[in-house]
Structure formats: structure tokens, C-alpha cells
């Protein structure tokens, strides 16, 4: 470890994205007994948006059996329920970025070779509203699709989508206010190199409408195939 990168972590010792205790860094990101309790998703899940599903026989969840989706698949790391709420939450609002090296690596090192045949052209995250990205101080997506993007040496384009309409933030809304609340929030900036299929990048998947809104203006500019990629996936019911 370099001594700068030492001096850190006594003025800043890493802290558990589940309990927000300090960590022995050599044990990890996490805490032993938080690694335990992360609801990681696994088989069954619906082949489009990767929700968990009850029955094996399933093919897609409700949402997914019940609506064409504009992307065309994605996969989340884990439930939005939880200590995860409460994490993804500390991210947003207290400031937590640190926390996106523990979920960054697990999508790595979980779905890296999916993300890898998927071969994308960029990875894309979706934007904040400049004002509101100005307020936080940073795009929780954006430092997310960095990390992910480096790992796996794929771009990052934080500049082709740009989100020109402040939208009530999701998490209060319906579904169909959700749908609403995004459909023209986003727009493609021109002349960028073309793109045919790129991953979009959230942190949080609940009813798809963000991850569509996006997509759709990614297909109005000529991109063939867009996945997506989220830290978490809710029921969105
Ligand atoms: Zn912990
Ligand atoms: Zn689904």
C-alpha cells in the first residue's frame, strides 16, 4: 500500500456499506457478518429485468410478462430491501461514494463475463439534472459506471445523454406517474460517435421506467441494443 493511500485510510478508515461500522481493511469491504446478510439475486430470475422469482418454471416476472420494456435486458447485484435500502440511501444522500467500491467489485466480479459477451460499445449512466448533481456534489451512476467501466476496460460517455427536465425524484410515484414523471426528462446530445449497443447504469431498478426513458432516446439516436446494469432491483409493485 502507498503511503499517501495509508495516511487515508487513518484519516478516513473504510466503512461497512451495510452497518457503516470501520473495517479491517485486509478483510475486505465489508464486514464478515453484513456479507451475510446482502440479498444477492439469484436463479430463478426473470430474463429480462432479473427480479427474483418465486417458481423455477417462471420465465419473467409480472411487470416483464405484462409490458414490452425498450432495453433489452439487464441484471441487478442485489434486492432493494433492507439494510440495502438504507445503504443505497446513504449513498444518495450522506455522501457514502464509498461504498460503490464494494457493490462496483461484486458486479464485477459476479456478472463480468456476462457484461463481457453482452461486448457493449460504452457504458452510459443515467444522468441527474445538472442542478441536482450540482447540489449533491456527484452522480452516484456516473462513479459507478467509472468503476465498473475500468475494471472491464469499457468507456464511460457521461456525455451523450443529458437529463434536461428536473423530475420528481421515483421513489414517491406510482407506477404510472413514474412512467410519466421520465418520459421526456432525457435527450440524446448530437454528433457523439454512433453507438450500437451500450449498458445503461443505475442504482436502483424499480418499475424500469427510467432505465425505458433512457433507452428510448438511445434507440431514437440509432443504438440497436441497450442493457442495463443496477446495484439494485425492487418489486416495483
Ligand atoms: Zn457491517
Ligand atoms: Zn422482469
Same mark, same amino acid.
Given at each position: 500500500?502507498?503511503?499517501?493511500?495509508?495516511?487515508?485510510?487513518?484519516?478516513?478508515?473504510?466503512?461497512?456499506?451495510?452497518?457503516?461500522?470501520?473495517?479491517?481493511?485486509?478483510?475486505?469491504?465489508?464486514? $464478515?457478518?453484513? $456479507?451475510?446478510?446482502?440479498?444477492?439475486? $439469484?436463479?430463478?430470475?426473470?430474463?429480462?429485468?432479473?427480479?427474483?422469482?418465486?417458481?423455477? @418454471?417462471?420465465?419473467?416476472?409480472?411487470?416483464?410478462?405484462?409490458?414490452?420494456?425498450?432495453?433489452?435486458?439487464?441484471?441487478?447485484?442485489?434486492?432493494?430491501?433492507?439494510?440495502? $435500502?438504507?445503504?443505497?440511501?446513504?449513498?444518495?444522500?450522506?455522501?457514502?461514494?464509498?461504498?460503490? =467500491?464494494?457493490?462496483?467489485?461484486?458486479?464485477?466480479?459476479?456478472?463480468? @463475463?456476462?457484461? !463481457?459477451?453482452?461486448?457493449? =460499445?460504452?457504458?452510459?449512466?443515467?444522468?441527474?439534472?445538472?442542478?441536482?448533481?450540482?447540489?449533491?456534489?456527484?452522480?452516484?451512476?456516473?462513479?459507478?459506471? !467509472?468503476?465498473?467501466?475500468?475494471? %472491464?476496460?469499457?468507456?464511460?460517455?457521461? =456525455?451523450? %445523454?443529458?437529463?434536461?427536465?428536473?423530475?420528481?425524484?421515483?421513489?414517491?410515484?406510482?407506477?404510472?406517474?413514474?412512467?410519466?414523471? /421520465?418520459?421526456?426528462?432525457?435527450?440524446?446530445? !448530437?454528433?457523439?460517435?454512433? %453507438?450500437?449497443?451500450?449498458? /445503461?447504469?443505475?442504482?436502483?431498478?424499480?418499475?424500469?421506467?427510467?432505465?425505458?426513458?433512457?433507452?428510448?432516446?438511445? !434507440? =431514437?439516436?440509432?443504438? @440497436?441494443?441497450?442493457?442495463? %446494469?443496477?446495484?439494485?432491483?425492487?418489486?416495483?409493485?
Amino acid at each position: 500500500m502507498k503511503i499517501i493511500e495509508k495516511i487515508l485510510n487513518i484519516l478516513y478508515p473504510r466503512r461497512c456499506p451495510i452497518c457503516d461500522k470501520i473495517i479491517n481493511q485486509a478483510a475486505g469491504k465489508i464486514c $464478515r457478518e453484513c $456479507r451475510k446478510k446482502i440479498p444477492y439475486i $439469484r436463479e430463478p430470475r426473470c430474463r429480462k429485468c432479473s427480479k427474483p422469482l418465486m417458481k423455477n @418454471e417462471q420465465e419473467y416476472c409480472c411487470d416483464c410478462e405484462n409490458k414490452t420494456h425498450i432495453y433489452k435486458k439487464g441484471l441487478a447485484l442485489v434486492e432493494h430491501k433492507g439494510a440495502v $435500502r438504507k445503504s443505497i440511501y446513504r449513498i444518495k444522500y450522506n455522501n457514502k461514494r464509498e461504498y460503490l =467500491d464494494f457493490y462496483s467489485e461484486e458486479i464485477v466480479k459476479r456478472y463480468g @463475463e456476462i457484461i !463481457k459477451k453482452w461486448n457493449p =460499445d460504452a457504458i452510459i449512466p443515467v444522468p441527474l439534472h445538472k442542478k441536482r448533481e450540482i447540489k449533491r456534489g456527484y452522480n452516484q451512476a456516473l462513479l459507478l459506471a !467509472k468503476k465498473i467501466g475500468a475494471a %472491464l476496460s469499457i468507456p464511460v460517455y457521461d =456525455d451523450v %445523454l443529458l437529463r434536461i427536465r428536473q423530475t420528481t425524484p421515483q421513489k414517491t410515484l406510482t407506477e404510472k406517474e413514474r412512467k410519466k414523471n /421520465v418520459e421526456s426528462a432525457f435527450h440524446i446530445k !448530437k454528433n457523439k460517435v454512433k %453507438l450500437n449497443k451500450v449498458i /445503461v447504469i443505475d442504482d436502483i431498478y424499480t418499475t424500469g421506467s427510467t432505465i425505458d426513458a433512457c433507452s428510448k432516446c438511445l !434507440k =431514437d439516436a440509432g443504438t @440497436e441494443i441497450i442493457y442495463f %446494469l443496477t446495484i439494485s432491483i425492487g418489486d416495483g409493485m
